[in-house]
């Protein structure tokens, strides 16, 4: 009977150092893909000072936008409205000191809510078409299709096409509204509405289609509601909870927060959130982003004093008494800008540009 023999393998030094580059290469993999990321596509990203204006203080309507490559400012009773270098094109004076301007597609809407009035204008400053309620309107916004008007003290709003042609109302007969939102795409519009029955409390949130037929509705169980986000699903943000529902208002998920919520903002389905944590006797705040699932997926300390936040298609922004700081997706932060004026609010206009409300000016940031 024959035996079987071992055969013996001899080790080379070459095929030593082989195993030990591969296993560097492996183990270093993700480091150097982020080094290489950051090498050929660098993040690092310059906004510079484009306007700055003076606004009217004391008015509650102060804000920027974009229509075309022209920028319209807000301030009051005025819009300034000037090219993407600065310089003044027209201005027109309001008619109302409770006025709100919509950017609607390559237009906009101004909407003098104590009459009831809306005017769409085009972008060379053209009334395109108006129309007049002669009533207060509390709330207003805009699908692509559809302009929904919260009719103050009637609880019913109207639904308005392009051409500012009514095309239905909606008629809430069990409480009060008292806050409206709408998906851009769909012209769904949801309703944030409250009640008393047998001396207790009830909220609801009712979502109707764009002929202003019910299609869901849901007992919110007396939450009070602060925010409302709607993109594929809807995001509630209560004085106690977020909260997350499909279209057809089914619970997703909720998380109930602790300490004291400063901002938020929702974007490509993730939820921003400013807040006081408190570990022990030290306070400081937090910005959050959390999934649809209302999972923790990051999160920065920021400045005690931090108060805003707002997200754009690529960057977002927080904001402090008198700092701007501008951060990549993965809260790198990327540039930090000092004002000398407190920062009242804070936003983007485009995928590279942003206002920012101060004391006395408006001021227009942009890295094109």
């Not at 296993?23 to 480091?31: G, H």
């Not at 003098?112 to 769409?120: C, E, F, I």
């Not at 805009?142 to 051409?163: A, F, Q, R, W």
Request: hydrophobic fraction near 40%.
């Amino acid at each position: 009977m024959s035996k079987n023999k071992k055969k013996k393998y001899k080790v080379y030094p070459i095929e030593l150092l082989y195993l030990l580059i591969i296993s560097i290469v492996v183990f270093m993999s993700p480091f150097l893909f982020d080094l290489a990321k950051d090498f050929f596509f660098p993040s690092s990203l310059e906004m510079k000072k484009v306007i700055e204006i003076d606004i009217d203080n004391a008015s509650l309507n102060k804000q920027g936008f974009l229509i075309g490559d022209k920028l319209m400012v807000q301030s009051g009773e005025v819009l300034n409205c000037f090219d993407k270098n600065g310089n003044e094109l027209w201005k027109r004076t309001l008619k109302s000191s409770d006025t709100k301007i919509l950017k609607w597609a390559d237009k906009y809407i101004i909407a003098d809510l104590d009459v009831g009035r809306l005017a769409l204008v085009n972008e060379e400053n053209t009334i395109d078409k108006e129309f007049a309620l002669k009533s207060k309107v509390s709330d207003i916004t805009v699908s692509k299709d559809n302009i929904y008007m919260l009719v103050d003290n009637e609880n019913t709003v109207l639904i308005l096409d392009k051409n500012l042609e009514k095309q239905g109302e909606i008629k809430h007969e069990h409480g009060d509204i008292l806050k409206i939102a709408c998906d851009f795409e769909s012209s769904e519009l949801i309703l944030y509405t409250s009640s008393i029955e047998n001396y207790e409390l009830k909220t609801f949130c009712i979502v109707y289609n764009n002929m202003g037929k019910i299609v869901a509705s849901l007992d919110l169980d007396k939450a009070l509601i602060y925010d409302i986000f709607v993109e594929d699903n809807i995001i509630m943000i209560s004085d106690e909870k977020f909260l997350v529902f499909n279209r057809a208002i089914r619970p997703i998920s909720e998380l109930s927060y602790i300490g004291n919520l400063t901002d938020v903002d929702f974007k490509n389905s993730k939820l921003y959130s400013i807040r006081t944590a408190s570990e022990g006797n030290i306070s400081e705040k937090e910005l959050t982003v959390y999934n649809l699932a209302l999972k923790k997926i990051n999160s920065i300390k920021l400045a005690e004093t931090s108060s805003k936040v707002s997200v754009g298609e690529k960057y977002l922004l927080s904001a402090s008494e008198n700092r701007i700081t501008l951060m990549n997706s993965d809260l790198k932060i990327l540039q930090e800008i000092n004002v000398s004026t407190n920062i009242q609010e804070i936003k983007w206009m485009s995928e590279y540009t942003f206002y920012v409300v101060g004391d006395e000016k408006l001021t227009i940031y942009s890295s094109k």
